[in-house]
């Protein structure tokens, strides 16, 4: 017979941003814990609102199976004496574990044989079981940010009010810091604000909902989305979908009713990312667009309640939201009336690293590194590249971007278009910080590139050099993220740039005292850029053995990897892949322990010496083409081609002869075979 399980765990209202992954440990705790419980299950179901965390495990027996255990005892040698009787030591673990000295066997464990008793562990009432397994799920949910309250022992994310747990109509007996375990839930905090008695966890979900709680989270965040669609529809508007502020409204409220709210057309001048920015970031509104795609002067909030009195609550949102427009006005007003090339000098008042220098300092380090950077990749744009350098960092004394600096960049790039900046350079100023997290869009014009490049360069080397790495969790100067957007930027944008060369200008770009020497930095800067292509190159599908391969013979040309490893994923699927791994392995593993042997062709002995000579250097003059165009499979497919030679050399010589001249003459011979392979890979980390 099964029944069900329902635990809820209530509490004061939770952080939204930390409840989604608050879920995930939820489900992973319960399965883990009922798996050592040795309760199967049918599905599990979990849910939340602000003010609770819940599950329902659906089909449990009523009995935990019994379980047979085997207990390893000492090794046979010390079990048993020369004449196979029990030693005291046999004797005594018998004893402990409660079973007859003549029903222990000895099994081999690890190439070791020991001495094994096999013992029967009936199983309890589940109900009984399950007190120490939800205690053991509740104590180990991990959290972002949890803490003690009052005098409580159990760390938590915010106080536990009320717990309930009930197996199929009965309680499962838990206490938590005085707070005990029943049948009974709580329901909306004003709008059903008394206890509500369970029959089981059958009743859950739609006693909840009766009382003003959508507890199930797909269903809150569905009837939220249609809700903001319909009523921003009957003002001939839309929502432009942002699954980030959706889930975090759907944990914001228990019983969601949706409101539009309006403010007055004259803040549309105000450029729209300070408007979006107000209304979602500040407000946790959503931003209704026409047919256009443009801004209207309309909202739509999500009440945590019904829809009596909304006009007032509406009215209440309409204020407040006002008032950060209006600052946001005063603050474009009071930003356009100087020029934005006006705040560069006030850069010299703020700091950026207390030992890199301040924001100026930096600016003039990426007007020259931006240039060098630019010259590489072949740009001609020069002018924009250096105005757009100086530019990119004035926002940051704009009042604007003080009351906002999640707009740094977005306002530079409206500040400069109102001064009348080239509007490349008025791009490049937005570019630059760009890519700001994994997916998001890289620079498109050669401005941005270039200054998103160097700042990040910038970044690295700077930090690098002072001895400021990412440890563990700690990266205060987002340098991972610099790392990858190098990367991003790199592959995506198809650029070819010698990383160790930018490196090295930056370093010198630095006029400071730096603890770390120019080859120090570099070796570590390209590591670490190195570490970021790994993990960027392995989600795409390549597999460990193709990342490991290039990555051990890489150079500083991060798109050359990518397209190296690529090719090689592929070259595994030719038909010619395994005659070109017999020509490799061969080879390699009888040389791998010589160093460079100078071949000489009158140490020949043999014919097929002279003919895989001939072969190796005929074939040298015809595949090197391939590799100048990064044609890798036509390259490797010539190399295969190798294979009839190298088996008649193999099948008619010894390599391993006793005189040594001879014998390191045909040790060169097979490095030369090897060295054809070294431009692209290490083979020797490929699995074939």
């Known amino acids: ?240 979908q942002d699954d980030d502020l959706l889930e975090e409204v759907t944990f914001l409220v228990e019983y969601p009713t949706a409101f539009a709210g309006k403010f007055s057309a004259d803040y549309l001048i105000i450029p729209s990312e300070v408007l979006v920015t107000s209304m979602k970031e500040h407000q946790r509104y959503f931003p209704v667009v026409d047919a256009d795609g443009e801004l209207m002067s309309i909202f739509i909030g999500v009440r945590n309640g019904i829809a009596e009195n909304i006009e007032v609550v509406a009215q209440g949102n309409e204020r407040v939201l006002k008032a950060r427009l209006e600052d946001a006005h005063f603050f474009f007003r009071e930003d356009t009336k100087i020029p934005l090339e006006t705040k560069v000098e006030l850069l010299k008042n703020v700091i950026y690293q207390a030992r890199l220098g301040t924001v100026w300092v930096k600016t003039q380090r990426l007007r020259g590194i931006a240039d060098f950077v630019g010259r590489e990749l072949g740009f001609t744009e020069m002018n924009l590249i250096d105005r757009a350098a100086l530019l990119c960092k004035a926002d940051l004394e704009t009042s604007m971007v003080g009351e906002f600096p999640e707009l740094q960049g977005i306002m530079g790039r409206h500040y400069a278009i109102i001064d009348g900046e080239d509007p490349l350079v008025a791009q490049a100023i937005a570019e630059h910080y760009q890519p700001r997290f994994a997916g998001d869009q890289i620079p498109a014009s050669p401005a941005g590139i270039a200054v998103s490049l160097a700042e990040k360069f910038d970044n690295l080397v700077g930090n690098f050099a002072i001895g400021v790495k990412p440890s563990g969790s700690q990266d205060p100067y987002a340098l991972r993220r610099q790392a990858l957007g190098i990367v991003a930027m790199v592959l995506e944008g198809r650029l070819t740039l010698n990383l160790e060369g930018v490196i090295r200008y930056t370093y010198r770009e630095f006029a400071t005292d730096l603890d770390l020497s120019e080859d120090q930095v570099v070796d570590g800067v390209l590591d670490f850029i190195m570490q970021r292509l790994r993990g960027v190159l392995s989600e795409s599908g390549l597999s460990y053995d193709v990342v490991d391969a290039v990555l051990e013979n890489r150079g500083p040309d991060l798109l050359l990897i990518q397209d190296q490893a690529r090719a090689l994923a592929s070259l595994k699927k030719q038909p010619y892949f395994n005659d070109l791994m017999v020509v490799f392995n061969r080879p390699f593993n009888l040389s791998r322990q010589t160093g460079d042997q100078q071949v000489q062709p009158d140490f020949f002995v043999e014919q097929v010496e002279q003919d895989l000579y001939d072969g190796l250097l005929k074939l040298d003059q015809m595949a090197r083409p391939y590799l100048e165009k990064r044609d890798y499979l036509g390259y490797f497919e010539a190399i295969a081609g190798l294979r009839p030679s190298l088996d008649d050399f193999f099948a008619k010589i010894m390599v391993m002869v006793e005189d040594q001249a001879i014998r390191d003459n045909r040790l060169g011979l097979l490095k030369m075979v090897v060295k054809l392979f070294l431009p692209v890979a290490d083979f020797s980390k490929i699995i074939g």
Request: aromatic content about 8%.
């Open 1 to 240: 017979m099964n029944r069900d399980l329902l635990l809820e765990i209530g509490t004061e209202e939770m952080p939204a941003m930390l409840i989604p992954e608050a879920l995930e440990e939820l489900k992973k705790q319960i399965e883990k814990e009922l798996a050592n419980a040795r309760l199967e299950y049918d599905s599990i179901w979990i849910g939340a609102t602000p003010r609770r965390l819940a599950l329902i495990v659906k089909g449990i027996p009523v009995m935990q199976p019994d379980a047979i255990k085997e207990i390893r005892g000492p090794k046979a040698a010390q079990a048993y004496d020369a004449d196979n009787r029990p030693t005291p030591a046999l004797l005594g673990f018998a004893r402990g574990q409660g079973v007859n000295v003549e029903d222990i066997v000895v099994k081999e464990l690890g190439n070791t044989n020991y001495a094994i008793a096999t013992k029967k562990e009936a199983g309890q009432a589940t109900l009984n079981v399950l007190s120490e397994t939800l205690l053991q799920v509740i104590e180990g949910i991990p959290f972002q940010r949890s803490m003690r309250w009052g005098y409580s022992e159990i760390r938590f994310i915010r106080p536990i009010r009320w717990m309930t747990s009930m197996f199929g109509g009965e309680v499962v007996s838990l206490e938590i810091e005085n707070v005990k375990a029943g049948n009974v839930t709580y329901g909306h905090r004003f709008l059903s604000p008394g206890p509500i008695l369970l029959g089981g966890a059958e009743d859950y979900v739609e006693a909840l909902r009766k009382a003003y709680v959508l507890v199930d989270v797909e269903e809150r965040r569905d009837w939220i989305w249609e809700q903001v669609q319909r009523v921003a529809a009957d003002y001939d508007g839309g929502i432009i």
